[in-house]
């Protein structure tokens, strides 16, 4: 994530400054329509970069026209870039070698007049030098007639060198900004106009390229950020099943060593509360014998009555009462199948008892719970935050589940 930051921070401001300068130098060549310009210029510079984001997102998916249009659209936006871009240094170095110049011109200027002031002085010197030295008078006359003059002209060469002192300092000033342009153009021996020509460009080839190439960089880092982040939740989600599964494994596990339990606890009370072989039924009286038959005295009949029963007889009693035992089983059934009538579950036009339902892991419930109420696959799915793929995954899962346990139902349909 730190690298994507970087990238984006870095993309912005290369992608602005590049913006930046070819807007002003574009609106700089064409400055009677400045603002309209900087309008047109701000608008294809974002379009350059939202093509190239476009065309690098949607490589596979696009159609081979527009692609051919887009990557030519940009490779042109990035030639009128690296125009405007020139255009801004050029105007750039033009105005910092303007004011260089002008001194310059000025300094020229005050040098001739000063050669021009000079030579009268020199002239009027000569004039007067060339008058015999035995006319005292002549001399003394002509320099007094000179005397105006020659004051205005010294007084004119002392505020030219006074002017020619501040020039001099301001074209110092003037050669420290553009001085290193000059030391390049010195070192390789070139002419200092060609110099510049040739910075200018090893820049624009740079700038502009460069801008695209992070763009592309940054959006190459965000799909891979998002790819491992899908994949980093999948992986997740699957775990988080698998959990789920394992757990309504052990409840159903469970539930059927209760139920084992359960059964083992019934047959254990039914032996226990099996009834014990009723006392034989009292003799009837003595009915009339066949003839040649002896009578057994009464006596003997009450004593064989009060007889404990023998181990055989009991079991001869248990054998012909063996429905205490089926009855607690129905009882149990019984009561099974009330539950399953009061807690039913109706998905698709299928009865599932929800005792089954609530074997499964909860997410697997609340598919179920949004299918039963006539859900729509698309938002059951952003409900239980899963793709549509993977919502129909786990409902062929559990049709498979519940089909193992008797309920065929398809979740699908």
């Known amino acids: 994530m730190g690298l994507i930051l970087v990238l984006i921070i870095a993309s912005v401001a290369i992608a602005g400054s590049a913006a930046y300068f070819s807007v002003i130098g574009l609106a700089a060549m064409f400055s009677a329509a400045y603002w309209p310009v900087v309008v047109m210029g701000s608008s294809l510079e974002l379009g350059k970069l939202v093509a190239a984001s476009f065309v690098y997102r949607t490589w596979e998916t696009t159609g081979f026209l527009m692609k051919t249009y887009l990557i030519g659209a940009i490779g042109v936006l990035m030639i009128v870039t690296s125009l405007g871009i020139f255009g801004f240094l050029s105007m750039g170095y033009g105005e910092s070698t303007q004011k260089l110049q002008e001194v310059t011109f000025t300094i020229e200027a005050n040098q001739k007049q000063v050669l021009q002031v000079n030579e009268r002085l020199e002239q009027i010197n000569k004039t007067i030098a060339d008058v015999p030295p035995q006319y ?141 072989s009723e006392p034989e039924a009292e003799l009837q009286p003595e009915a009339a014998l066949p003839q040649g038959s002896v009578a057994v005295p009464e006596s003997i009949v009450q004593s064989v009555a009060k007889q404990a029963p023998t181990v055989s007889d009991m079991n001869a009693v248990l054998n012909k009462t063996p429905s205490r035992r089926e009855t607690l089983k129905n009882r149990h059934k019984k009561s099974i199948q009330k539950t399953e009538e009061k807690g039913v579950l109706k998905v698709n036009g299928v009865d599932i008892p929800k005792r089954v339902i609530c074997q499964l892991g909860k997410p697997d419930q609340d598919l179920l719970h949004g299918l039963s109420k006539g859900a729509q696959f698309g938002v059951l799915a952003n409900q239980l935050g899963m793709t549509q793929v993977n919502l129909r995954k786990r409902c062929t899962y559990i049709s498979t589940l519940l089909d193992s346990q008797g309920f065929k139902v398809d979740l699908l349909s």
């Open 136 to 276: 005292i008078t002549k001399r003394m006359e002509l320099r007094a007639d000179y005397a105006e003059e020659v004051a205005q002209l010294e007084q004119q060469r002392k505020a030219l060198q006074e002017t020619m002192a501040a020039l001099q300092k301001q074209k110092m000033e003037a050669d420290a900004h553009v001085g290193p342009i000059i030391y390049i153009a010195a070192m390789f021996g070139i002419d200092v106009q060609d110099a510049v020509k040739f910075f200018i460009f090893a820049l624009i080839i740079v700038f502009d390229p460069m801008a695209v190439i992070l763009t592309l960089a940054t959006n190459h880092a965000i799909e891979q950020y998002q790819k491992r982040r899908q994949q980093q939740l999948r992986e997740k989600r699957d775990h988080d099943l698998a959990l789920e599964h394992e757990r309504a494994a052990s409840r159903q596990e469970q539930v059927k060593e209760e139920g084992d339990s359960a059964e083992q606890k019934s047959q254990s009370l039914s032996e226990e509360i099996a009834p014990k």
